[in-house]
């Protein structure tokens, strides 16, 4: 891979990056509101809250991603792509679930906070593992 593509912010990581932190800030908003509507205001359990509204989020997520985060797609057939996806999100998905029972559960913090904790981590997460097993353009290609 050459070095330009990762540090152009026109073409390279840092332009996608940066795009995908607003889409995440997009998809956070509505996972967050979501939780709260289901927690707090119709007394679903917060597991299981936090897993609909993360769902929410992520369906979001991979539509705006697919549309003008990432340029390159790894596999060019959308329901394999879809699969894979989905994939992706329910190991991410798992990982968010458990620190959301760790964080509330047993530490007993709000559950609006250890969302927030929950969300630091998955943002990462998601971001690797879609860059590079989805979205990573072969070496010489630009994307």
């Avoid at 073409?11 to 709260?36: K, Q």
């Avoid at 593992?129 to 290609?141: I, M, N, S, Y």
């Amino acid at each position: 891979m050459k070095l330009h593509y990762l540090q152009d912010p026109q073409t390279g990581v840092v332009r996608e990056a940066r795009r995908y932190l607003a889409v995440g800030a997009m998809c956070t908003l509505l996972d967050m509101a979501l939780l709260y509507l289901l927690f707090a205001r119709s007394g679903v359990n917060y597991v299981l809250a936090s897993a609909l509204s993360f769902c929410a989020g992520a369906t979001l997520n991979y539509l705006l991603c697919t549309a003008w985060v990432f340029r390159y797609r790894r596999l060019q057939r959308r329901p394999l792509e879809f699969a894979a996806y989905l994939l992706i999100t329910g190991v991410v998905l798992i990982v968010n679930s458990g620190l959301i029972w760790i964080l509330t559960g047993l530490l007993g913090m709000y559950l609006m906070v250890s969302k927030l904790f929950a969300v630091a981590v998955t943002v990462v997460l998601n971001f690797s593992l879609r860059k590079f097993l989805l979205h990573l353009a072969p070496q010489g290609d630009c994307g």
